[in-house]
């Protein structure tokens, strides 16, 4: 194991060249042969994406999401950690994307990632159910495991198909097949299929998913939701209260005197607001 980091940080092994049995094991133990090495000093940092942070989480309203050019960071703050913090995800996050939904309806729940290139490329991912919470970010303070996800999936690309025939037509397709709901929390390791049973949800029911790019790349990918649970929050958000913004001075507060803030009762892209 030790030979071949070395030979992966010279730059002389490619990671989808490793045989699965390799690669399971290395993704296992928490060696990423994607991870790229410390850009020089004085390289400008990529911007970070709000949604690469759990309270950016973008709330699903469409069937199916793009990201061309893949994720940059994985924003400011390491929900996970390094370690993941008892999760599947033993290497934490990279290059990482939140969701957030609440069932509508009740019905059958998945969705499909399917990657950008035709290789090298590793997705993973992990989804809570944070029903009632008020911050369902919450689950992520202090220091410790974090609870338990209603799925994790850690697997190395294994599948091109599912779910009746759908199909992506690049290697490292993962996600949750809507046509075997499962009940109960569900935990694949590096060597379990890349697409693990979906779920039967239940009007109400409110749950976070994490998108993490192990593979470390900047190649991007869409996810599509599939299932008979209505789960796209198309309801208008209320405004919870408006108030102005002021000082005691003004002196350089004309601008802050001239603003008001508006709370709304769930997370919202403010390029919507008008």
Wanted: charged share 10%; net charge negative; hydrophobic share 35%.
């Amino acid at each position: 194991m030790r030979h071949l980091r070395a030979l992966l940080s010279a730059g002389l092994l490619m990671a989808q060249t490793l045989p699965d049995s390799v690669y399971i094991r290395m993704k296992e133990q928490g060696v990423n042969p994607y991870a790229s090495p410390p850009p020089p000093p004085g390289t400008p940092l990529p911007l970070n994406l709000a949604e690469s942070d759990c309270p950016g989480a973008i709330r699903i309203c469409g069937a199916s999401y793009s990201y061309p050019g893949g994720i940059p960071t994985a924003g400011q703050t390491l929900e996970l950690g390094t370690d993941g913090r008892g999760t599947c995800l033993l290497g934490g996050e990279h290059r990482s994307v939140w969701f957030i939904f609440t069932v509508q309806q009740s019905g059958t729940m998945g969705f499909l990632l399917c990657p950008n290139a035709a290789s090298g490329n590793d997705y993973d991912f992990a989804m809570w159910d944070v029903t009632g919470l008020q911050d369902p970010c919450s689950i992520f303070q202090g220091t410790g495991n974090v609870p338990t996800p209603i799925r994790c999936n850690f697997s190395i690309p294994n599948q091109s198909t599912c779910c009746g025939g759908i199909s992506c037509s690049n290697d490292g397709l993962t996600g949750l097949d809507h046509t075997n709901p499962q009940a109960g929390n569900i935990s694949h390791g590096a060597g379990g299929p890349a697409v693990m049973p979906g779920l039967n949800v239940t009007a109400g029911q409110t749950f976070l998913l994490l998108i993490d790019n192990w593979s470390n790349n900047n190649v991007g990918f869409t996810i599509t939701f599939y299932g008979t649970a209505q789960y796209f929050d198309n309801n208008p958000p209320q405004m919870d209260s408006v108030y102005r913004v002021c000082s005691n001075s003004y002196d350089g507060q004309l601008g802050a005197l001239e603003r008001i803030r508006v709370r709304f009762n769930e997370l919202i892209n403010p390029a919507t607001v008008a």
